[in-house]
């Protein structure tokens, strides 16, 4: 394997420049040219492909973003596109490639690999940490950070004012960012996509903390069952029937997507943008570098995207013990 491309797709997360950078190095170092693909699949297919050296990853490591772009590919989804995206590929002679991002990202280069042999190593770029196959995934300590932050200072005046917050933070599907900032935030109740949230007990320990905390904190990820928080606000509000209490919203958004990565973030990232490399030099594809227990593990695509990573059981018992 003489040339590899790297690539950033989907929902960017800070960390991804650490990771694009690690593998430019390493590849470098082993080497290899490397190029970078802008916009993840839609840059593979219009051929938005350039060579990429050393010092063009210079001063990266501490951005958030992605130097390279991210955007997720309708024309990917279909046959045309890929065939599109593999002549290009082929016309550089690029025989390797490192996809950086989530589960989309990796079910497209599922498909890629089976369908033109390709070899392709994964790096789990998301805030969602729902991937399996990883401890943690890239951007994810960031984006709690991030909220933990908000949440802080959202403490304060809820406080000050006596009121129940509401903060809804990212996670579609997962409730990691919720689960996680919401420990470290000492938020009152924590609602996820991944358990039913019951609004009846949630009414009622709110009346019974009112006996004794004056304000209260509730981190909704963006994907509960129940609705967004403003829906959940408007339910719990209507069935506390206390004109006296004051209620807010706060959402965080794409704030939670953006800033300087953590220290953990630019190590994860830099450890499996060179496992990656290495997984390629090696004969790997098909599968995602991850860390686990501290170990780099290769795992397939297909458990990647097929297995469930479910939260840590423990976490959700902290927040009922922790919120009396
Ligand atoms: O997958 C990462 C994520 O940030 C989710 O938590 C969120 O639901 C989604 O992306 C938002 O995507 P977009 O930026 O396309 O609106």
Known sequence: MKKIAVFTSGGDAPGMNACIRAVVRTGIYKGLEVYGINRGYEGMIEGDIKRLYSHSVSNIVQRGGTMLKSARSEEFRTPE?????YENLRSLGIEGLVAIGGDGTFTGAKLFFEEFGIPTVGCPGTIDNDIYGTDYTIGFDTAVNTALEAIDKIRDTAAAHDRIFFIEVMGRDAGFIAVESGIGGGAEFV????????????????????????????????????????????????????????F?????????????????????????????????????????????????????????????????????????????
């Open 81 to 85: 596109g890929r065939k599109k995206a």
């Open 191 to 246: 609602m996820v996509p991944e358990t039913q949230t019951d609004l009846k007990s949630v009414v009622k320990s709110l009346k019974n903390l009112r006996k004794t905390k004056t304000s209260s904190i509730i981190v909704v990820a963006e994907g509960d069952d129940l609705g967004n928080a403003e829906e959940i606000m408007q339910k719990v509000k209507t069935a506390i029937k206390d004109p006296e209490k004051e």
């Open 248 to 324: 807010k919203v706060t959402t965080l958004g794409h704030i939670q997507r953006g800033g300087k990565p953590t220290a953990r973030d630019r190590v994860l990232a830099s450890r499996c943008g060179m496992a990656a490399v290495e997984g390629l030099l090696s004969g790997k594809t098909n599968c995602m570098a991850g860390v686990m227990n501290q170990q780099v593990v290769y795992t397939s695509f297909g458990d990647c995207i097929g297995k469930p990573k479910p939260l840590i059981e423990d976490h959700l018992k902290l927040i009922d013990i922790l919120s009396i």
